[in-house]
């Protein structure tokens, strides 16, 4: 298990992605999806109260409400760390106290619990003011609807200036960010947000981890994949793209493991990862990213993983 930021909550290697769960997959197969995850020892939830909003016909909380009624079928959610967030729900948009402040409580009965034990604020929301924000978390805290709070996609000067403003007025404050980060997206989180995370000794739950399924090695020149992440997906088998490809499928073979589980082990060593988010829709594509747990690359693999994905593009 790992401690994460500066929570005490700790959590499993790999954070299992909820964007998929009454999405892409079903009832069935997400349930299946949560009891091979959970059997595997994993005990880290993401969703958030828009999920899966974009979908026709979707409204939002899809994924919430599968995950809620998923704990109350097996009892077990004060085994679970669940992270969810706030801002981008249709119709219940931004930071504001007022926005924050219902939004729980819809997310409390979606989830079917008493306690969110690690909530996001989805974007940074410049409209509001920084205090306004968090303030407005403090309150949720101090309630006890919500145990620890975290920022997602924030910048590094922003996320400073939040952790100060913290300081200043006694509040609570973020304990871990949620960044896209992952072989293919590295300067923004590398370029700042690193160095204020090392700084506070906060975590990062990086999202996307693999690249929306680009970082399993099902996307190769002249394969078609039936996917509805594949048009997001195509356009990366570029040098870079294939450079990466090349150093996951060499050293994937060396462990003789996947190259899913070497795209997270390079991202689980980087310094301040947690555990990397990634999504399932199937037991076998899980199964594909269990192995992360136990796999552990050498400083070789991890310089000749990073130096593929700082080839250029072009
Ligand atoms: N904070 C934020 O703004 C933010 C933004 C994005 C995501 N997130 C979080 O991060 C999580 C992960 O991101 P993500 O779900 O977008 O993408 P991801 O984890 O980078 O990629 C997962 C996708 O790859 C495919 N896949 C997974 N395992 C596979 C395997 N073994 N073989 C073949 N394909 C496989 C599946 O898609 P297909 O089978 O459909 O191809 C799966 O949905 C999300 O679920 C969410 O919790 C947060």
């Not at 500066?6 to 299946?32: F, H, I, K, N, Y």
């Not at 306690?115 to 940074?124: K, S």
């Not at 294939?242 to 499928?249: E, F, G, N, Q, R």
Request: glycine fraction near 8%; charge should be negative.
């Amino acid at each position: 298990m790992i401690r994460l930021g500066t929570s005490d909550l700790e959590v499993s290697p790999l954070c299992l992605g909820g964007t998929v769960l009454g999405w892409t997959a079903d009832e069935q197969r997400s349930t299946a999806v949560l009891d091979a995850y959970t059997e595997a020892g994993g005990n880290f939830l993401d969703t958030a109260d828009m999920y899966s909003s974009w979908v026709p016909g979707h409204s939002g909380g899809e994924s919430e409400e599968t995950i809620g009624r998923w704990m109350q079928l097996r009892g077990n959610r004060d085994g679970l760390v669940v992270a969810t967030k706030v801002g981008k729900m249709p119709g219940l948009q931004g930071t504001s106290s007022s926005v924050t402040a219902r939004a729980v409580e819809d997310s409390l009965r979606r989830l079917r619990t008493d306690r969110i034990d690690l909530y996001y604020v989805h974007f940074d929301d410049t409209a509001v003011p920084v205090e306004e924000t968090l303030s407005g978390l403090d309150t949720l805290v101090r309630q006890g609807k919500v145990r620890y709070v975290g920022a997602s996609n924030f910048t590094a000067d922003r996320l400073a200036e939040s952790l100060a403003a913290s300081d200043r007025n006694g509040w609570v404050r973020y304990v871990a960010v949620q960044q896209e980060y992952n072989l293919l997206h590295r300067t923004e989180f590398e370029s700042g947000m690193a160095s204020v995370l090392a700084e506070h000794g906060l975590s990062n739950v990086p999202h996307t981890a693999l690249a929306k399924g680009f970082l399993t090695g099902k996307y190769r020149p002249g394969l078609t994949v039936d996917s509805h992440r594949a048009a997001d997906n195509e356009s990366r088998l570029d040098a870079r793209g294939l450079a990466v490809l090349a150093a996951l499928d060499r050293i994937a073979d060396a462990h003789r493991t996947t190259v899913a589980a070497v795209a997270l082990a390079w991202l689980a060593a980087q310094p301040s990862t947690a555990s990397p988010i990634a999504s399932a829709r199937r037991v076998e594509q899980l199964a594909d990213l269990l192995p992360v747990a136990e796999l552990r690359l050498t400083g070789t693999e991890l310089e000749s993983l990073s130096a593929a994905g700082s080839v250029p593009a072009r």
